[in-house]
Protein backbone atom coordinates (compact mmCIF):
# COMPACT_ATOMS: atom_id res chain seq x y z
CA UNK A 1 0.00 0.00 0.00
CA UNK A 2 0.79 3.86 -0.67
CA UNK A 3 2.43 5.29 2.18
CA UNK A 4 1.38 8.67 0.69
CA UNK A 5 -2.00 8.99 -1.06
CA UNK A 6 -2.64 11.29 -3.45
CA UNK A 7 -5.87 12.48 -4.81
CA UNK A 8 -7.20 12.83 -7.55
CA UNK A 9 -5.32 11.06 -9.66
CA UNK A 10 -6.04 12.89 -12.94
CA UNK A 11 -7.86 16.19 -12.71
CA UNK A 12 -9.54 17.93 -15.97
CA UNK A 13 -10.78 21.51 -15.57
CA UNK A 14 -11.35 24.32 -17.40
CA UNK A 15 -9.62 27.54 -17.65
CA UNK A 16 -10.17 29.94 -14.87
CA UNK A 17 -11.74 27.32 -12.54
CA UNK A 18 -10.48 26.62 -9.17
CA UNK A 19 -9.26 23.21 -7.38
CA UNK A 20 -7.86 21.68 -5.12
CA UNK A 21 -5.05 18.00 -4.78
CA UNK A 22 -5.11 16.52 -1.46
CA UNK A 23 -2.08 14.22 0.23
CA UNK A 24 -2.95 12.14 3.13
CA UNK A 25 -0.30 10.05 5.12
CA UNK A 26 -1.15 7.51 7.56
CA UNK A 27 2.17 8.41 9.76
CA UNK A 28 3.14 12.22 11.33
CA UNK A 29 5.05 14.48 8.76
CA UNK A 30 8.04 15.99 9.63
CA UNK A 31 8.07 17.75 6.40
CA UNK A 32 6.50 18.23 3.16
CA UNK A 33 7.13 18.96 -0.19
CA UNK A 34 5.11 20.32 -3.08
CA UNK A 35 6.24 19.25 -6.23
CA UNK A 36 5.35 19.96 -10.54
CA UNK A 37 6.53 17.31 -13.00
CA UNK A 38 5.87 18.27 -16.87
CA UNK A 39 6.01 15.01 -18.74
CA UNK A 40 9.76 14.38 -19.50
CA UNK A 41 11.11 16.69 -17.27
CA UNK A 42 12.02 17.14 -13.82
CA UNK A 43 10.38 18.23 -10.61
CA UNK A 44 9.88 21.86 -9.82
CA UNK A 45 9.88 22.74 -6.28
CA UNK A 46 6.69 24.61 -5.14
CA UNK A 47 6.22 24.72 -1.46
CA UNK A 48 7.43 23.31 1.94
CA UNK A 49 5.26 22.68 4.79
CA UNK A 50 6.48 21.80 8.07
CA UNK A 51 4.57 23.31 10.64
CA UNK A 52 1.13 21.58 11.89
CA UNK A 53 -1.18 24.58 10.28
CA UNK A 54 1.18 26.27 8.06
CA UNK A 55 -0.15 27.48 4.98
CA UNK A 56 1.82 28.77 1.62
CA UNK A 57 1.24 30.88 -1.22
CA UNK A 58 2.63 31.67 -4.66
CA UNK A 59 1.27 33.50 -7.53
CA UNK A 60 -2.04 31.35 -7.11
CA UNK A 61 -1.26 28.40 -5.39
CA UNK A 62 -1.73 27.67 -1.63
CA UNK A 63 -0.93 24.91 -0.12
CA UNK A 64 -2.07 24.07 3.47
CA UNK A 65 -0.92 21.13 6.17
CA UNK A 66 -3.38 20.02 8.45
CA UNK A 67 -2.73 20.54 12.59
CA UNK A 68 -2.09 16.54 12.39
CA UNK A 69 0.70 17.22 10.14
CA UNK A 70 -1.07 14.04 7.77
CA UNK A 71 -2.83 15.73 5.30
CA UNK A 72 -1.97 18.26 3.04
CA UNK A 73 -3.73 20.49 0.01
CA UNK A 74 -3.03 21.74 -2.76
CA UNK A 75 -5.37 24.72 -4.33
CA UNK A 76 -4.61 26.57 -7.48
CA UNK A 77 -7.12 29.27 -7.93
CA UNK A 78 -8.32 30.46 -11.43
CA UNK A 79 -6.08 28.01 -13.15
CA UNK A 80 -4.14 28.39 -16.55
CA UNK A 81 -3.08 25.91 -19.21
CA UNK A 82 0.53 27.26 -17.44
CA UNK A 83 -0.71 25.10 -14.55
CA UNK A 84 -1.10 21.59 -16.14
CA UNK A 85 1.55 18.70 -15.37
CA UNK A 86 2.04 16.45 -12.91
CA UNK A 87 1.42 17.91 -9.04
CA UNK A 88 3.95 15.46 -6.78
CA UNK A 89 3.48 15.42 -2.65
CA UNK A 90 6.75 14.53 -1.24
CA UNK A 91 7.06 13.93 2.59
CA UNK A 92 9.91 13.04 4.72
CA UNK A 93 8.21 10.71 7.65
CA UNK A 94 11.70 10.24 9.26
CA UNK A 95 12.81 13.41 10.31
CA UNK A 96 16.33 12.33 8.18
CA UNK A 97 16.34 12.93 3.89
CA UNK A 98 14.73 10.34 2.79
CA UNK A 99 11.23 10.90 0.95
CA UNK A 100 8.76 9.24 0.11
CA UNK A 101 6.17 10.36 -2.72
CA UNK A 102 3.04 9.72 -3.69
CA UNK A 103 2.08 8.78 -7.20
CA UNK A 104 1.13 12.16 -8.58
CA UNK A 105 -2.14 14.12 -9.99
CA UNK A 106 -2.25 14.77 -13.59
CA UNK A 107 -3.92 18.03 -14.46
CA UNK A 108 -4.93 19.29 -17.67
CA UNK A 109 -6.30 22.59 -18.34
CA UNK A 110 -8.48 23.00 -21.12
CA UNK A 111 -8.39 26.67 -22.65
CA UNK B 1 22.68 29.79 -11.26
CA UNK B 2 22.60 26.55 -12.49
CA UNK B 3 20.09 24.05 -10.79
CA UNK B 4 20.88 20.39 -10.15
CA UNK B 5 22.53 18.92 -13.90
CA UNK B 6 22.35 15.45 -14.95
CA UNK B 7 23.74 13.70 -18.37
CA UNK B 8 22.59 12.00 -20.27
CA UNK B 9 19.04 13.25 -20.34
CA UNK B 10 18.45 10.13 -22.49
CA UNK B 11 20.50 6.86 -22.70
CA UNK B 12 19.77 3.26 -24.31
CA UNK B 13 21.36 0.67 -23.60
CA UNK B 14 21.04 -3.45 -24.78
CA UNK B 15 21.08 -5.72 -21.66
CA UNK B 16 24.30 -6.94 -19.99
CA UNK B 17 25.57 -3.69 -21.01
CA UNK B 18 26.31 -1.05 -18.76
CA UNK B 19 24.67 2.62 -17.74
CA UNK B 20 26.42 5.71 -16.23
CA UNK B 21 24.12 8.29 -14.79
CA UNK B 22 25.78 11.53 -13.92
CA UNK B 23 24.43 14.46 -11.53
CA UNK B 24 26.25 17.59 -10.51
CA UNK B 25 24.36 19.15 -7.19
CA UNK B 26 23.58 22.91 -7.49
CA UNK B 27 26.16 25.24 -6.48
CA UNK B 28 26.92 24.94 -2.62
CA UNK B 29 25.37 21.50 -2.45
CA UNK B 30 27.01 18.73 -0.58
CA UNK B 31 24.72 15.86 -0.20
CA UNK B 32 23.13 14.05 -3.56
CA UNK B 33 20.31 11.68 -3.55
CA UNK B 34 19.07 9.19 -6.34
CA UNK B 35 15.35 8.17 -6.88
CA UNK B 36 14.25 6.37 -9.51
CA UNK B 37 10.65 6.53 -10.75
CA UNK B 38 9.40 3.17 -13.04
CA UNK B 39 6.74 3.64 -15.24
CA UNK B 40 2.86 4.37 -13.79
CA UNK B 41 4.83 4.34 -10.07
CA UNK B 42 5.73 7.22 -7.93
CA UNK B 43 9.16 8.07 -6.88
CA UNK B 44 11.83 5.50 -4.90
CA UNK B 45 14.31 6.97 -2.82
CA UNK B 46 17.56 4.18 -3.95
CA UNK B 47 20.56 6.28 -2.01
CA UNK B 48 21.78 8.99 -0.46
CA UNK B 49 25.58 10.02 -0.60
CA UNK B 50 27.92 13.14 0.74
CA UNK B 51 31.55 13.71 -0.68
CA UNK B 52 33.40 10.58 -0.50
CA UNK B 53 30.90 8.43 1.18
CA UNK B 54 27.89 6.32 1.09
CA UNK B 55 25.62 7.67 3.78
CA UNK B 56 22.26 5.40 2.96
CA UNK B 57 22.01 2.81 0.38
CA UNK B 58 18.99 0.85 1.73
CA UNK B 59 16.90 1.60 -1.66
CA UNK B 60 19.45 0.52 -3.94
CA UNK B 61 18.99 -3.27 -5.61
CA UNK B 62 21.42 -5.54 -3.85
CA UNK B 63 23.38 -6.75 -7.47
CA UNK B 64 24.74 -4.43 -10.02
CA UNK B 65 23.67 -1.46 -8.61
CA UNK B 66 26.28 1.27 -7.15
CA UNK B 67 26.73 5.32 -6.52
CA UNK B 68 29.26 7.42 -5.36
CA UNK B 69 29.88 10.62 -5.52
CA UNK B 70 34.09 11.67 -5.41
CA UNK B 71 35.56 14.20 -3.87
CA UNK B 72 35.81 16.18 -7.55
CA UNK B 73 33.80 15.49 -10.23
CA UNK B 74 29.46 14.44 -10.59
CA UNK B 75 27.85 11.77 -8.46
CA UNK B 76 27.88 8.48 -10.77
CA UNK B 77 25.03 5.96 -10.63
CA UNK B 78 26.04 2.84 -12.34
CA UNK B 79 24.11 -0.27 -13.57
CA UNK B 80 25.93 -3.32 -14.68
CA UNK B 81 24.36 -5.64 -17.14
CA UNK B 82 21.14 -3.96 -17.62
CA UNK B 83 17.97 -5.90 -17.64
CA UNK B 84 14.62 -4.41 -19.04
CA UNK B 85 13.42 -4.13 -15.52
CA UNK B 86 15.63 -1.38 -15.20
CA UNK B 87 14.19 1.02 -17.59
CA UNK B 88 12.96 4.20 -15.81
CA UNK B 89 13.64 7.69 -15.44
CA UNK B 90 16.49 8.39 -12.57
CA UNK B 91 16.32 11.59 -10.84
CA UNK B 92 18.69 12.99 -9.03
CA UNK B 93 18.61 15.75 -5.85
CA UNK B 94 20.86 17.62 -4.05
CA UNK B 95 20.51 19.52 -0.64
CA UNK B 96 22.79 22.36 1.32
CA UNK B 97 23.47 19.58 3.71
CA UNK B 98 23.11 21.62 6.60
CA UNK B 99 22.88 19.84 10.08
CA UNK B 100 19.95 19.54 12.45
CA UNK B 101 17.81 21.17 9.50
CA UNK B 102 14.95 20.41 7.53
CA UNK B 103 16.37 20.38 4.32
CA UNK B 104 14.40 20.43 0.72
CA UNK B 105 15.55 18.58 -1.92
CA UNK B 106 16.37 20.62 -5.29
CA UNK B 107 15.56 17.57 -8.27
CA UNK B 108 17.62 17.81 -11.81
CA UNK B 109 15.72 17.15 -15.17
CA UNK B 110 16.50 12.93 -14.64
CA UNK B 111 18.09 10.59 -17.15
CA UNK B 112 15.67 8.55 -19.00
CA UNK B 113 17.36 4.93 -19.20
CA UNK B 114 15.56 2.54 -22.09
CA UNK B 115 16.87 -1.07 -21.79
CA UNK B 116 16.39 -2.65 -25.48
Known amino acids: SQELEQSPQSLIVQEGKNLTINCTSS?????LYWYKQKYGEGLIFLMM?????EEKSHEKITAKLDEKKQQSSLHITASQPSHAGIYLC???????????FGTGTRLKVLA | NAGVMQNPRHLVRRRGQEARLRCSPM?????VYWYRQLPEEGLKFMVY????????ESGMPKERFSAEFPKEGPSILRIQQVVRGDSAAYFC??????????????FGPGTRLLVL
Open chain 2, 93 to 106: ASSLGLAGDLETQY
Open chain 1, 27 to 31: KTLYG
Open chain 1, 49 to 53: LQKGG
Open chain 1, 90 to 100: GADISGTYKYI
Open chain 2, 27 to 31: KGHSH
Open chain 2, 49 to 56: LQKENIID
